[in-house]
């Protein structure tokens, strides 16, 4: 949806897609970190599917949607002070009112996007992602249409550019959100999973659920903060590069999308394997997950490098943005493969229950080194905004290798901890068997 955005609104105005690009790089911060906090809702629900407590999961779900509405509701006031928040960092007057007035529109959506997003996880949680995809399936095409009549002013509608894509993202994900809460409502078997019970959730539960997401919030935060102030960077160098980076880290983004889907499945397998105490398993999902991503990736990245010039020209029919944009296209070819890689390995050790050092290696690689990189490379070496890239490489190719290394760490440790675990599983039944038989006697 937001690619669809960003291809239209460019080729309604050069000028409407920077305002679009900064409303949207600061919006992006809440909407990742309001999922990194439904994360919890992923985890267990995987963990207790697992286990094989089905009916827990649905308890997990319904303690996640208050909490959804909570954080939708705390980027929403945020959202408020856009205009305010752009002239702080040092934007020009019509970049702040504008970009800023998009980010105030979209930032009307989010209590909806929150409750869409941790009830998808739930789905995904119980291997049930066929659902969400037909609701996004709806979406874009709905999506695609009203951007059509609020972008460009057709069928008597008002041509409002930017602003019009912004008020249809909206619309179409509060009906997105209806759809998608209705379906799990009206479940087969929703018994099965205690849908349809009461909100009152063991205070434990859920105070597990949300410790997970601080984490995972902070990790994700640390990222997107870090994104959001590249996009500021990219002001600085001007208007043209600002748009070239939005066009650049939209692609990105959507490319990301399939190294978040691939994420989230590693997640889920290697939730259920850690429930289940299948420690082997549970290597090997997150292996296979990394494996398949970069694969994915590596084709994505032929992609980006033979067809820059062709995908910049998809977003704009502007010559001088085609120029600045088409090289940092071409550059974000090698990134893919290291940016996919650190998304998926931060879910398997998310998977897992390794809560805080994710976070901690995020907050390093992306704003303790990259972002001082990136400055150094942009404005003391004057790489400008092909430097922007080089930062982010440099960025994510530091968190990555710290992840994998945490990983194979956990693996090793957990591979030790497996014959004690059988030995100890062992113990219990023949313990059980002991007291049965004594019961009998």
């Given at each position: ?5 960003m291809?239209m609104v ?20 809440m909407?990742?970190?309001g ?5 919890g ?7 207790k ?13 319904r303690?996640s ?9 705390c ?6 002070f856009?205009?305010?928040?752009l ?8 970049i ?23 009830t ?19 979406a ?19 041509a409002m ?11 179409v994900?509060y009906?997105s ?9 009206m479940m087969r ?16 539960l ?5 410790h997970?997401?601080?984490?995972a919030?902070?990790?994700l ?8 102030i ?7 160098i ?38 289940a105490?299948?420690?082997r398993?549970l290597?090997i ?6 494996s ?11 992609l ?16 001088a ?5 088409a ?17 998926v ?11 805080w050092?994710?976070?901690?290696i ?5 704003l303790?080194?990259?972002?001082p990189v990136?400055?150094l490379?942009?404005?003391y070496?004057g ?7 080089e930062?982010v490489?440099?960025?994510?190719g ?11 760490w ?14 100890q599983?062992?113990?219990t039944?023949?313990h059980?068997s002991i ?7």
């Amino acid at each position: 949806m937001s690619t669809v955005d960003m291809i239209m609104v460019g080729h309604f105005s050069s000028k409407e897609l920077a305002f679009l690009s900064i409303g949207n790089s600061l919006i992006m911060p809440m909407v990742v970190i309001g999922l990194g906090l439904l994360t919890g809702t992923l985890v267990l629900s995987a963990n207790k599917y697992g286990a094989g407590a089905a009916d827990q999961c649905g308890v997990i779900w319904r303690s996640s949607l208050a909490y959804a509405v909570f954080i939708g509701l705390c980027g929403l006031v945020l959202a408020l002070f856009s205009p305010q928040i752009l002239s702080a960092f040092g934007q020009s007057s019509d970049i702040a009112i504008r970009g800023g007035r998009i980010m105030q529109i979209t930032g009307l959506n989010l209590p909806a996007f929150m409750l869409l997003l941790t009830t998808a996880l739930f789905l995904e949680s119980i291997k049930r992602p066929f659902p969400w995809m037909v609701v996004m399936l709806v979406a874009n095409v709905v999506n695609l249409f009203l951007n059509w009549m609020f972008i460009f002013g057709e069928m008597g509608a008002p041509a409002m550019g930017a602003e019009g894509a912004a008020w249809v993202t909206t619309i179409v994900r509060y009906v997105s959100a209806a759809m998608l809460i209705g379906y799990v409502w009206m479940m087969r078997d929703q018994s099965d999973f205690a849908i349809r019970g009461n909100l009152n959730v063991p205070f434990q539960l859920w105070k597990r659920q949300r410790h997970i997401g601080y984490a995972a919030s902070i990790s994700l935060a640390a990222e997107t903060f870090a994104f959001a102030i590249i996009g500021v960077f990219a002001g600085w160098i001007g208007v043209l590069p600002l748009a070239a980076f939005g066009i650049t880290f939209n692609l990105i983004t959507m490319v990301f999308m399939v190294t978040l889907g691939l994420g989230s499945a590693t997640s889920v397998l290697v939730g259920i394997a850690h429930g289940a105490n299948k420690y082997r398993e549970l290597a090997i999902s997150g292996w296979i997950g990394l494996s398949v991503n970069t694969v994915s990736m590596m084709g994505f990245g032929v992609l980006f490098y033979f067809g820059a010039d062709f995908l910049a020209s998809l977003f704009s029919d502007d010559p001088a943005l085609i120029n600045v944009t088409a090289p940092m296209i071409a550059f974000a070819a090698v990134l893919l493969v290291v940016d996919g890689g650190q998304g998926v390995m931060i879910n398997a050790l998310r998977g897992r229950q390794d809560i805080w050092m994710p976070s901690v290696i995020q907050v390093f690689a992306y704003l303790v080194v990259m972002l001082p990189v990136i400055y150094l490379i942009v404005f003391y070496l004057g790489r400008d905004e092909i430097g922007l890239m080089e930062g982010v490489l440099i960025g994510s190719g530091l968190s990555v290798t710290c992840l994998i290394w945490r990983f194979c760490w956990l693996a090793i440790e957990d591979s030790r901890q497996q014959p004690a675990t059988r030995q100890q599983q062992s113990g219990t039944h023949g313990h059980n068997s002991i007291n049965s038989d004594a019961h009998s006697l």
